[in-house]
T-cell receptor, first 113, second 113 residues
Framework: DQQVKQNSPSLSVQEGRISILNCDYTNSMFDYFLWYKKYPAEGPTFLISISSIKDKNEDGRFTVFLNKSAKHLSLHIVPSQPGDSAVYFCAASHMDSNYQLIWGAGTKLIIKP | GAGVSQTPSNKVTEKGKYVELRCDPISGHTALYWYRQSLGQGPEFLIYFQGTGAADDSGLPNDRFFAVRPEGSVSTLKIQRTERGDSAVYLC???????????FGEGSRLTVL
């Protein structure tokens, strides 16, 4: 039973346009959400996070939106750059075991020049 | 470098053999985590150390898997009687505090033939 789902295995976006990556979750106990970025042959690196008390968090070109009623979050990248091409993972945790991240399967983002 | 270091980067072994995977966390990070990532999936939590003790080993799939961190720094993940289903990338991460930002190593890719 996947508690965190990323339904798009891949996404292709033109350079300069907006990239929108989606993530759905089923466990209403989740209260903290993170996005990680992963290049081939490297470990995941933290990108941005959001607490369940907020509905938006912004960091430069990256914005994460959280819709608790829909149990949905999204990552917006604007403008998209070639270096953004990577696999993006959504992860979640809840306060009872906030060190234990539950991960989605990832979405491979390809930025076309 | 100053990041999380994992060795070996690649390990090919035969079914039934014993394997050890090593993780050297960032200096000063007290929390250390092991995750396993199978092909096409997100990382899956295995075990978490706070200092020398395994604070939560609930993610270890069975008793063939064991991990130690005897001096509160380097950790070794040990897999006995390996099976083909153990083939995956084993990721190690560390953080300064419980549930702090995770810094991942590049992973150890284990292939069981």
């Amino acid at each position: 039973d996947q508690q965190v789902k990323q339904n798009s295995p891949s996404l292709s976006v033109q350079e300069g346009r907006i990239s929108i990556l989606n993530c759905d979750y089923t466990n209403s106990m989740f209260d903290y959400f993170l996005w990680y970025k992963k290049y081939p042959a490297e470990g995941p690196t933290f990108l941005i996070s959001i607490s369940s008390i907020k509905d938006k968090n912004e960091d430069g070109r990256f914005t994460v939106f959280l819709n608790k009623s829909a149990k949905h979050l999204s990552l917006h990248i604007v403008p998209s750059q070639p270096g953004d091409s990577a696999v993006y993972f959504c992860a979640a945790s809840h306060m009872d075991s906030n060190y234990q991240l539950i991960w989605g399967a990832g979405t491979k983002l390809i930025i076309k020049p | 470098g100053a990041g999380v270091s994992q060795t070996p980067s690649n390990k090919v072994t035969e079914k039934g053999k014993y394997v050890e995977l090593r993780c050297d966390p960032i200096s000063g990070h007290t929390a250390l985590y092991w995750y396993r990532q199978s092909l096409g999936q997100g990382p899956e939590f295995l075990i978490y150390f706070q200092g020398t003790g395994a604070a939560d080993d609930s993610g270890l799939p069975n008793d063939r898997f064991f991990a130690v961190r005897p001096e509160g720094s380097v950790s070794t993940l040990k897999i006995q009687r390996t099976e083909r289903g153990d083939s995956a990338v084993y990721l190690c991460a560390s953080s300064t505090t419980l549930a702090g930002e995770l810094f991942f190593g590049e992973g150890s890719r284990l292939t069981v033939l």
